[in-house]
């Protein structure tokens, strides 16, 4: 299997009716980034850069951050590397920066993380969206903002890499040939809300494994739910499928990078729900290239309409059946 995986490398992954699907990875330390020339993925489609901060005992310096990020895309040679800011506090708390706040937060996944740490504690904000647009200059920065609830909070921490922007502009720095900006959605309520936010993002990307825990109230760390909760649930592939809908028309990129991107059953149901961009764990770039060169996307989307309009008794055990039925 791995060594056909190997031969995939190379070739792009287009399904059988001409459609091409991205497959990008995830990555998160500097050295994720050459599984992207030994998976062929399509690129970076999130880089978790808090990682940095985890494996570190102070808060990376601007300085150091820059470097790193620098250093990724060159690593990426040419390829689309999308940076999504710090996703800290709540579970992923640091010594240096949350310990005050991991006592409040009973329920870090819905705690104060991500975006809304980094607006509040805005020296951190300032200094990574400083180091970025330094980083990538020349390159085409790609930047993501996780937990996005409501629209505002992206344009507070648009503005933050707006006033970096004028500064650098200011002493004539070398800025990133482009700049794109994107959120994850990843909470529920950014859904309702879009119409009012696409005209102003260059991408989204569905975070499912945090979009999971929240639209089910299902702790996704907790063991003991995860057999419950299953991302082939009908009320899962409904909401994805008004997203998909929402965004139809728009110039907005839409993607998934959570995990269930990763799995075979899984990226089938996205392709069918018209999803053309998942970054999934590198492990799973072969399977999914191979999988998404023996899927007619009429075929599957037709099944994926008549099961949204009356959901099978187990879609898994549906889709199963369709994808052996259809040699996939
Ligand atoms: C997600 O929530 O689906 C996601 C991709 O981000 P993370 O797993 O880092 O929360
Ligand atoms: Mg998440």
């Known amino acids: ?13 287009f399904t059988r009716d001409g459609k091409r699907i991205n497959v990008m990875m995830n990555a998160g330390l500097r050295d994720d980034v050459a599984m992207l020339a030994m998976t062929g993925a399509d690129g970076i489609g999130l880089y978790r850069t808090e990682f940095q901060f985890l494996v570190s005992a102070a808060l990376p310096q601007r300085e150091r951050q820059a470097r790193l990020y620098r250093d990724v ?42 975006l809304r740490l980094a607006l509040e504690r805005d020296g951190l904000m300032k200094a990574q969206a400083r180091a970025l647009l330094e980083g990538a200059a020349g390159y085409e920065l790609n930047v993501m903002f996780p937990m996005v609830s409501e629209p505002w909070e992206f344009d507070a921490a648009k503005d933050v890499f707006d006033q970096q922007l004028a500064w650098l502009k200011t002493r ?12 994850m959605l990843e909470v529920p309520s950014l859904a309702e809300m879009l119409d009012q936010l696409l005209p102003r993002l260059s991408f989204i990307s569905i975070g499912t494994n945090d979009l999971t825990q929240f639209l089910f109230a299902a702790d996704r760390a907790n063991p003991m739910l995860a057999e419950r909760y299953d991302w ?9 499928s008004r997203v998909v809908s929402n965004c139809e028309g728009e110039q907005v990129d839409l993607g998934v990078c959570g995990e269930m991107g990763g799995r075979r059953l899984e990226a089938l149901a996205l392709i069918g729900l018209g999803i053309r961009r998942l970054s999934i764990t590198p492990a799973a770039v072969g399977q999914i ?15 994926m309409d008549g099961w949204l309009a009356s959901p099978p008794l187990d879609m898994r055990v549906a889709l199963q059946a369709w994808a052996k039925a259809h040699s996939i």
């Not at 506090?89 to 006592?103: C, F, R, V």
């Not at 004539?172 to 959120?183: D, M, T």
């Not at 082939?232 to 994805?240: A, D, G, Q, V, Y």
């Open 289 to 303: 290239k191979e999988l998404v060169r023996k899927v007619d996307t009429r075929e599957i989307g037709d099944a």
């Open 232 to 240: 082939l649930s009908p009320s899962i592939l409904r909401f994805l």
């Open 172 to 183: 004539k720095a070398q800025l990133p040939s482009a700049i794109r900006y994107g959120v």
């Open 1 to 13: 299997k791995q060594a056909s995986y190997a031969k995939l490398r190379e070739v792009e992954p």
């Open 73 to 114: 895309l060159e690593a990426a040679n040419g390829k689309k590397v999308v940076f999504r800011t710090v996703d800290i506090g709540g579970d992923k708390s640091l010594p240096y920066l949350s310990s005050e706040t991991a006592k409040l937060d009973e329920n870090p996944a819905m705690g104060w993380r991500a």
